[in-house]
């Protein structure tokens, strides 16, 4: 019963690295996000995609890229990675039409750019 | 100024208090409103959830909205330390792509 699984759970780069991390969920749901969570600000949407081949950006999308080549896979990319981009990671599904939109996180992953 | 506000506490409360959580909002087309309970190092869980104004109960927890007031609250009776936790009210319009999220309100209950 894995629900939404991120990985990396953690990493450390360096300034300008990139990286990607990856989101799989096995609730066959259409809707896919990628939140960023800080001290006192929040969970702040970066992008989401309605479906397979789909993406939008949200609240904070720059510095960032994603793709959904698979229903079950949402990626986010970090192409150079800054110190502001230090944060929790979170990636979220939910059904579509939902009438709440309720959102199913995975557990998280830390990022620390130095 | 925010679209939704919350005070991120902490809040620190004995075991078997009643606890009340709130949070204000700026925009008018929220029509449902959520919490969320999240677990330190773990992603947020959907708590409760009420759409429009009006009181909702589960168990020991009370959801309730004042849309005149643009206010939520989380009441939680006969308070657990298993229930500390950091709770988020998040509210959108319809549709979970516009879910915005409140800070968090940490709370820890002391046995």
């Known amino acids: 019963n894995a629900g939404v699984t991120q990985t990396p759970k953690f990493r450390v780069l360096k300034t300008g690295q990139s990286m990607t991390l990856l989101c799989a969920q096995d609730m066959n749901h259409e809707y896919m996000y990628w939140y960023r969570q800080d001290p006192g600000m929040g969970l702040r949407l970066i992008h989401y995609s309605v479906g397979e081949g789909t993406t939008a950006k949200g609240e904070v999308p720059d510095g960032y890229n994603v793709s959904r080549l698979k229903k079950q896979n949402f990626l986010l990319g970090l192409e150079s990675a800054a110190p502001s981009q230090t944060s929790v990671y979170f990636c979220?599904?939910?059904?579509?039409?939902?009438?709440?939109?309720?959102?199913?996180f995975g557990e998280g992953s830390r990022l620390t750019v130095l | 100024q925010k679209e939704v506000e919350q005070d991120p506490g902490p809040l620190s409360v004995p075991e078997g208090a009643i606890v009340s959580l709130n949070c204000t909002y700026s925009?008018?087309?929220?029509?449902?409103f959520m919490w969320y309970r999240q677990y330190s190092r773990k992603g947020p869980e959907l708590l409760m959830y009420t759409y429009s104004s009006g009181n909702k109960e589960d168990g020991r927890f009370t959801a309730q909205v004042d849309k005149s007031s643009k206010y939520i609250s989380l009441f939680i009776r006969d308070s657990q330390p298993s229930d500390s936790a950091t709770y988020l009210c998040?509210?959108?319009?319809?549709?979970?792509?516009?879910?915005?999220f409140g800070a968090g309100t940490r709370l820890f209950v002391k046995a």
């Open positions: 998040a509210m959108s319009a319809g549709g979970g792509f516009k879910t915005i």
């Open positions: 979220a599904s939910s059904y579509r039409g939902g009438p709440t939109g309720e959102l199913f």
């Open positions: 925009n008018s087309a929220f029509q449902y």
